[in-house]
């Protein structure tokens, strides 16, 4: 019954290569995102989506391309991924997009690019 | 612009005594002030919120914190720590513009001493 579930939870592929890191929240929650953790635990947005729509896109590279199929769903592909992607990856949902909105994170994905 | 500030980057107690995590933040807005904790190989989890209602709040696992607008912070504290504490702590500021746009601090390591 995991609230918001991500998959996989360790990703190590080469440099080039293209991956997916798929997300799914049960809350039914209105909003999901996408967070970047790096080796100095620094968190900071790379997404968000609010049923279905993309309503905050930060300073990201565009070989990162999020998509969702619905409200429940945030997939993360990256193509011709670099040794600097290399961080957790956490997926969040909230109800709504206010700022009194908590967020409800996964567990995380980490990828590690050699 | 909105932004966090935690002193430091890892507190050392004893098992029993008070916890203090220190935050301090800058925003535009009348801010929403959250902290949330990450054990190891977790997501995070919500500790506790601040939205302008009352400015001591409390949180889960015996944890509060204070809104002090004078002094612009938002210290986060425990009379008496437990081994289970141990873990990462973020003090989050979020921005009221209409996004749900939360900004992070740099985090604290919370270690328990038996």
């Known amino acids: 019954d995991t609230a918001v579930s991500q998959t996989p939870k360790y990703l190590v592929t080469q440099m080039g290569n293209d991956k997916s890191i798929k997300c799914e929240q049960n809350?039914?929650?209105?909003?999901m995102y996408w967070y970047k953790q790096d080796s100095k635990k620094f968190l900071k947005i790379m997404f968000s989506?609010?049923?279905?729509?993309?309503?905050i896109n930060e300073t990201v590279p565009n070989r990162f391309s999020p998509k969702s199929p619905d409200k429940a769903h945030l997939n993360l592909h990256i193509n011709s991924l670099e040794l600097g992607d290399s961080a957790v990856y956490f997926c969040?949902?909230?109800?709504?997009?206010?700022?009194?909105?908590?967020?409800?994170f996964g567990n995380g994905t980490r990828l590690t690019v050699t | 612009a909105q932004s966090v500030t935690q002193l430091d980057s890892h507190v050392s107690v004893s098992e029993g005594t008070p916890v203090l995590l220190r935050c301090n933040y800058s925003?535009?807005?009348?801010?929403?002030l959250f902290w949330y904790v990450q054990h190891p190989n977790k997501g995070l989890q919500l500790l506790l919120k601040?939205?302008?209602?009352?400015?001591l709040v409390k949180g889960i696992n015996g944890f509060e914190a204070e809104f002090k607008k004078s002094e612009t912070s938002f210290h986060l504290t425990k009379p008496s720590a437990h081994m289970s504490d141990a873990a990462e702590y973020f003090c989050?500021?979020?921005?009221?513009?209409?996004?749900?746009?939360?900004?992070f601090g740099t985090g604290t390591r919370l270690t328990v001493i038996p």
């Open positions: 969040a949902s909230s109800q709504g997009q206010g700022s009194d909105s908590p967020l409800h």
């Open positions: 989050v500021v979020s921005d009221r513009s209409g996004a749900n746009n939360l900004f």
């Open positions: 601040y939205t302008s209602a009352a400015t």
């Open positions: 989506y609010n049923n279905k729509e993309l309503i």
């Open positions: 925003s535009s807005y009348s801010p929403s």
């Open positions: 809350l039914g929650h209105d909003t």
